[in-house]
């Protein structure tokens, strides 16, 4: 087939679809797979980011809500010699995930670094304050 392609789908069946596309087209829903693993201490989140660079991501915290968010801008351009446009195309989005860590967690607890498309998060667990039993007193 001569029609160009796109993230391995024919730009005419793009083309032919009229059912609303997410902003990154069917691939959206492999981004942001998340893994969270229980380390004893604390919690080890690596979450799947493939295509973005470390200036893309965001992370924030909030009352207790850590929120990661990744910002797309991708530019493709093609030309022939004479600057005649074949085709241009741009793609601009974001996504993003929240998860709840508790207000005790503070941003300088946690611990975070992006390589080869994962972003990898350390959040330390905070130990629940024990709540002192009810004693009762006696009646005589």
């Not at 391995?8 to 069946?13: G, K, M, R, S, T």
């Not at 793009?14 to 069917?26: H, I, S, T, Y």
């Amino acid at each position: 087939m001569l029609l160009p392609r796109l993230f391995e789908d024919d730009v005419f069946d793009d083309l032919m679809d009229w059912n609303v596309r997410p902003v990154f087209g069917k691939h959206e829903k492999n981004w942001m797979k998340t893994d969270i693993k229980d380390m004893g201490t604390s919690y080890e989140l690596d979450m799947d980011l493939p295509g973005f660079k470390k200036e893309d991501v965001q992370i924030e915290l909030e009352n207790g809500y850590l929120t990661i968010t990744a910002k797309k801008n991708h530019e493709v351009d093609d030309k022939d010699n004479k600057e005649n446009y074949i085709r241009q195309e741009r793609y601009y989005g974001s996504c993003s995930r929240s998860f709840y860590v508790g207000e005790d967690i503070h941003h300088e607890d946690i611990k975070a670094k992006f390589e080869d498309g994962i972003l990898h998060l350390n959040i330390p667990k905070i130990e629940e304050k024990q709540v002192e039993n009810k004693k009762y007193i006696a009646i005589e």
